[in-house]
């Protein structure tokens, strides 16, 4: 079956603009996790939601990030006024359930803010 | 505060050899779970082996083990025969009970040489 898909690939902006990343599932996965990886470093948790749950937003490190699952599929990560350190390649991953489970990862948006 | 450590930035292995790829990890929960990723350079994160806390017999996927020793915490990867195709970023990373964020190592580069 289909895997985890996200776009756009690859992202442009300027400082300053609105981004937004979007990331559609396997169908039937509960789980849909936001990572950060910036360029040779290991995984950022960024925010986490489990079926109809309250999301975990923890790892979000600032209130420019936001993220909404809407009908507990697609997922929309948006990063308001963007600076350059938030540069990085932003994955997408879902699991059947929370807990244990195995996640699997999408390709990733790599965007670079100018 | 959950922790993972590895410490080999970069291996090298010859073709057919096997090579372990070590990963320790601080954790304060007594239930866990313990994965191994492999990213190639394309940069899909691609699952390869799944560790829980009470499993007593260490976990094995194909070519890939995993040498789980918990009282020293730590959950090496074991990868024999070695194949050109293993030439990658491997991060190993930890679930607790209680969080709902997977934590990540900082990645070990393999390079496998003919």
């Known amino acids: 079956g289909a895997g985890v898909s996200q776009s756009p690939s690859n992202k442009v902006t300027e400082k300053g603009k609105d981004v937004e990343l979007r990331c559609d599932p396997i169908s039937g996965h509960t789980a849909l996790y936001w990572y950060r990886q910036s360029l040779g470093q290991g995984l950022e948790f960024l925010i986490y939601f489990q079926g109809n749950s309250a999301p975990d937003k923890s790892g979000l490190p600032s209130d420019r990030f936001s993220a909404e699952r809407t009908g507990g599929s697609v997922s929309t990560l948006t990063i308001q006024r963007t600076q350059q350190e938030d540069s990085a390649v932003y994955l997408c991953?879902?699991?059947?359930?929370?807990?244990?489970?195995?996640?699997?990862f999408g390709p990733g948006t790599r965007l670079t803010v100018t | 505060a959950q922790k993972i450590t590895q410490t080999q930035p970069g291996m090298f292995v010859q073709e057919k050899e096997a090579v372990t790829l070590d990963c320790t990890y601080d954790?304060?929960?007594?239930?866990?779970?313990l994965f191994w990723y492999k990213q190639p350079s394309s940069g899909e994160m691609i699952f390869l082996i799944y560790?829980?806390?009470?499993?007593?017999q260490n976990a094995t996927e194909g070519r890939y083990s995993l040498n789980f020793q918990k009282a020293r915490k730590s959950a090496n990867l074991v990868i024999s025969a070695s194949q050109l195709g293993d030439s990658a970023m491997y991060f190993c990373?930890?679930?607790?009970?209680?969080?709902?964020?997977?934590?990540f190592g900082a990645g070990t580069r393999l390079t496998v040489k003919p």
């Open positions: 990373a930890m679930r607790g009970a209680v969080n709902n964020d997977m934590r």
């Open positions: 954790t304060s929960d007594q239930s866990y779970g």
């Open positions: 560790q829980g806390s009470y499993d007593e």
């Open positions: 991953a879902s699991s059947a359930s929370g807990g244990y489970y195995e996640q699997y």
